[in-house]
């Protein structure tokens, strides 16, 4: 089933086309976006402009015209701060509605924050955490505690109307950059919870992202992903001043920046900063979901009638498993397998690894055959490209290159060659850790290799110096064994033990 959900915001308009998979899962078909800047079509007597209305309706049949093409079931289409305030908001509405059959809904401010909260509380890990949405015209901010919302606000300034209101020069100039931070405190200071909170910021929309592109594009990131990316408090007063020192002319040209959004970027990263600023944040953290993702974290939820996702890891796994077609069996016998091999290991003194490093094998285990969904030729490499931009949520992005590692892992060599390029990522005993991971994924994935569940049980016998792996295998599970057998040798190597491996099939032990 598809569904489409429609962000009418002050800066932009956006669609995005989800596909809603059998397990409550959600796959993204297609994601557009159209700035019309609505906010500057809002008149003196507070009404959208003719002209405002007719790029929106404009737009709003083009989404439409992509979403029949998809065949698109629901479409959800929401309203922010510039229609909330118009004066005019319900003629737009109905025009909206008469010329595309699409209906609006306009969402209060609380609703607005509380969405946001909904996408950041269900993808990034955190249980206390100040969430600031920087929008066209308004700004949303949540705090929770135990991934409970706690307070939730919208302050009527966003990037396009406080430059609009407060800032004329090019770069502003201090006077101006002053006025529009006493505006902003004055409305700050009605809420003092916002106040010396001492946690996490999480930033969204389009102004927290650009600062994290920035950010990412100076220190020559080596990922290209956005969510979950982490900054210093001091580093997100550090772009600003850089956007203040910079020409509207060289700006357009800043890596990071898009040119369509270079003219409001320093109101935006004002307020963000000064958000940043008042809670005494010991982190800023950007999440690439907002709003829209909030509207279906709403539906999965109630899906799956749970308030917040017990298990964000596993749901994204869920999400990836549908996304690329694997097969779910198969996944979870080699997670399992390779559970059981671990907590075993670790009980006889094997390793000293705990519950991170099993979560890294479990997720990498699940996700082992990502990269055959592309080719079933150079697969690992596949997989650890896939796993380092698939969506994930729950872990960092180190946490994310060792998953990718341990899943790809093939040979000593070829895994270190991987990971050359993310050594900012990494500690001096990770590639041990990976190699040795890595090694114990490969061997259980080698019997289940025909993917028929052949193997029934396994155990491990032993103590420090090594032991034997002990399974129980279908009487014609020979390829497997033959295959198993290899990697026992290659156990022993990574762990620097002697292990053996005994078969048991159907009471004929060899």
């Not at 932009?12 to 796959?27: A, D, E």
Request: aromatic fraction near 8%; charge should be neutral.
């Amino acid at each position: 089933m598809l569904k489409a959900v429609i962000d009418l915001g002050s800066n932009s308009v956006r669609l995005v086309v989800y596909q809603q998979g059998p397990h409550g899962t959600q796959k993204e078909v297609d994601n557009l976006k159209q700035v019309v800047r609505l906010s500057n079509h809002i008149n003196r007597e507070g009404r959208i402009s003719d002209e405002g209305i007719r790029i929106t309706v404009h737009v709003l049949r083009q989404f439409k015209q992509l979403c029949e093409a998809y065949e698109v079931e629901e479409v959800i289409c929401v309203a922010t701060q510039a229609v909330r305030i118009a004066k005019n908001r319900e003629e737009l509405v109905e025009r909206i509605y008469r010329e595309t059959g699409i209906p609006v809904r306009i969402l209060s401010g609380e609703e607005e924050a509380r969405y946001g909260y909904l996408a950041v509380v269900n993808t990034i890990p955190l249980e206390e955490a100040l969430t600031v949405d920087v929008g066209g015209g308004s700004t949303e901010i949540t705090y929770f505690k135990d991934r409970k919302v706690l307070e939730k606000i919208s302050i009527p300034y966003g990037g396009v109307n406080a430059t609009k209101e407060f800032l004329q020069g090019d770069p502003p100039t201090s006077k101006e950059m002053k006025r529009l931070e006493r505006t902003l405190l004055t409305e700050l200071e009605k809420y003092p919870w916002t106040a010396g909170r001492r946690c996490p910021v999480i930033g969204m929309g389009g102004a927290a992202r650009t600062i994290a592109k920035i950010h990412q594009a100076q220190r020559q990131y080596p990922l290209s992903i956005l969510h979950a990316y982490q900054m210093w408090p001091y580093e997100v007063t550090g772009i600003l001043e850089l956007l203040l020192s910079t020409p509207l002319t060289k700006r357009k040209e800043m890596g990071g920046l898009s040119a369509d959004r270079a003219d409001i970027i320093i109101a935006g990263a004002a307020i963000l900063d000064l958000v940043v600023r008042r809670a005494e944040a010991n982190q800023f953290i950007l999440s690439n979901k907002g709003l829209r993702d909030g509207i279906l974290m709403e539906e999965v939820l109630k899906a799956k009638n749970e308030e917040l996702l017990s298990d964000m890891l596993l749901h994204s796994i869920e999400n990836n498993l549908d996304h690329f077609h694997m097969n779910r069996a198969h996944a979870w016998r080699v997670a399992c397998f390779s559970e059981r091999l671990f907590t075993a290991m670790k009980e006889a003194g094997i390793h000293a690894f705990g519950k991170e490093e099993l979560k890294w094998l479990k997720t990498a285990a699940l996700l082992h055959d990502v990269g055959r969904s592309i080719s079933i030729y150079d697969a690992s490499k596949h997989t650890f490209y896939l796993l380092l931009h698939a969506p994930l949520y729950g872990v960092t992005h180190r946490e994310r290159v060792l998953i990718a590692a341990i899943a790809s892992y093939k040979s000593t060599k070829q895994v270190s060659t991987e990971l050359s390029r993310y050594e900012e990522f990494l500690h001096e005993e990770d590639l041990p850790l990976v190699i040795q991971l890595g090694v114990l994924l490969r061997f259980v994935r080698t019997l289940d290799r025909t993917e028929t569940g052949d193997i029934k049980e396994i155990e491990f016998i032993g103590g420090e110096k090594g032991g034997t792996i002990r399974v129980r295998a279908a009487e014609d599970s020979f390829l497997q064994m033959e295959l198993a057998s290899e990697w026992v040798k290659k156990l022993s190597k990574a762990y620097h033990r002697d292990f053996s491996l005994e078969v048991n099939r159907d009471g004929i032990r060899e």
